[in-house]
């Protein structure tokens, strides 16, 4: 389990990332962490954009219904 600090930043307030915490969620200085709420109630702090997510499930949806279209349309 890893420790995190909420500090101030300014008028906001911010999180302190250790270096085990940033190695830990693979991001660098300047990413952008996502806070999503789980099914169960618990949360989770993670780099994946969950609506980026979504769109590609779609898109895969729409690819497999469609496929003789875009394999048409690929020639």
């Known amino acids: 389990m890893l420790n995190l ?3 101030t930043v300014g008028l906001s307030a911010g999180l302190i990332l250790s270096k ?3 190695a830990f969620l693979k991001v660098r200085k300047g990413d952008t962490l996502y806070l999503t709420e789980a099914p169960d109630g618990s949360y989770r702090l993670t780099p994946y954009n969950p609506e980026f997510e979504r ?3 779609l898109a ?3 690819m497999h219904e ?3 279209i875009l394999r048409a349309l690929a020639k």
């Open 5 to 7: 600090k909420v500090t």
């Open 20 to 22: 085990e915490a940033m």
């Open 55 to 57: 769109q590609m499930s």
């Open 60 to 62: 895969k949806e729409i």
């Open 66 to 68: 469609d496929r003789d």
